[in-house]
């Protein structure tokens, strides 16, 4: 069921013109001197020649691939078409 979700995901993001990016970021893990990854999804316009994100999830994934699925699930909810709403205006 999970990979049925993943052709729609493809359409959602083509209709849109919406891609998803991950950012990986240092972050201080507590009370430990060593420095964790923490990834990030963002959703860009394509046709945006800045490639500027529309969107960010503001959570700190461990893994790149969760981050990825992450923004996936956002596009396919709907949420581009309100994002685009609001880069417009
Ligand atoms: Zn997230």
Known sequence: MKDDNRGIVFIASSVVGLKIRVLGTHRPLQG??????????EAYDE???FHRAVWSC???????????????????SG???MAEDQAVS
């Open 79 to 81: 949420a581009p078409i």
């Open 47 to 49: 046709d945006d020649r």
């Open 58 to 76: 503001d959570h700190a994934h461990d893994a790149p691939h969760t981050a990825q699925s992450c923004g996936e699930e956002w596009l396919a």
């Open 32 to 41: 430990s001197p060593i420095m964790a990854w923490a990834y990030r999804a």
